[in-house]
């Protein structure tokens, strides 16, 4: 296929998208407005299944298969950094000297990161429940961790953070969702339904039926990804070094 042809497909196909993008735009409830059709289609199925938070039961359940997307791209971006930043042939590991660290800073890391650790872990356990979940949760306990590089060294960091267990944790973290999307199926329902759990009681942890549970699969997963995905990156920067020319 000619250049010319491609830049041709690419023009048509670019001009259809735009076309929708405009009809859709323009089909818009109006802005502002106290009333829209899927926001009071998705409070009713909401509290038809026991699931306090809204925006969780849009995630979790009436759109769970497009959660499962995003998790999947977050799961993709993060194998491909760890393929693209591994040590190359040219490189060499180095140890880090521990670095000089102001002992107000120390304490303030130290004293912060069990705070953070647990705020992170209490909004995906209470992700059907309040703002948050295993999104906002799983990057808040990840980023705890890194309270000790900065609060110590990274000798520290690396002792409380094997990456061999994140990397698993990650890969089960995603097979766990798809395992509960096959169960819905197997149980003679849908990918994902959430029909194989009692929906429990309204604002509780118990509540929600299978949410709380891909939920925390996220979670999980946000974390690990994130702790392996900082892990690429400081390892550049700290550890690994390129070979001196002979």
């Not at 000619?2 to 859709?24: D, H, P, Q």
């Not at 499962?68 to 040590?87: D, K, N, T, Y």
């Not at 949760?137 to 953070?161: F, I, N, S």
Request: aromatic share 8%; hydrophobic share 50%.
């Amino acid at each position: 296929m000619s250049r010319r042809l491609r830049l041709w497909l690419l023009a048509v196909g670019g001009a259809g998208v735009a076309a929708l993008l405009v009809a859709a735009c323009l089909d818009l409830p109006s802005f502002g407005g106290r009333w829209h059709p899927y926001g009071e289609r998705a409070v009713r199925a909401s509290l038809s299944r026991h699931i306090a938070n809204t925006v969780a039961s849009v995630n979790f359940d009436q759109r769970a298969y497009d959660t499962l997307g995003e998790m999947s791209i977050l799961f993709a971006a993060v194998l491909g950094c760890v393929v693209l930043l591994r040590q190359a042939g040219d490189e060499h590991r180095a140890q880090p000297e521990p670095a000089e660290v102001a002992r107000p800073v120390r304490r303030y890391a130290l004293v912060v990161l069990p705070v953070a650790l647990l705020s992170g872990l209490y909004v995906i356990a209470h992700g059907q429940l309040s703002p948050g979940g295993g999104f906002q949760g799983g990057v808040v306990a990840a980023t705890a961790l890194h309270l000790l590089y900065l609060g110590a060294d990274y000798r520290a960091l690396e002792r409380v953070r094997p990456l061999g267990p994140y990397k698993t944790a990650d890969a089960l973290a995603v097979c766990g969702y798809l395992v509960l999307g096959l169960a819905g199926i197997l149980a003679g329902t849908a990918f994902l339904a959430n029909t194989l759990l009692p929906y429990g009681t309204f604002n509780t942890l118990s509540s929600g039926g299978t949410v709380p549970l891909l939920n925390a699969a996220i979670g999980m997963e946000v974390a690990s990804a994130v702790v392996v995905l900082l892990a690429s990156f400081l390892d550049q920067a700290v550890e690994i070094e390129e070979e001196p020319e002979s």
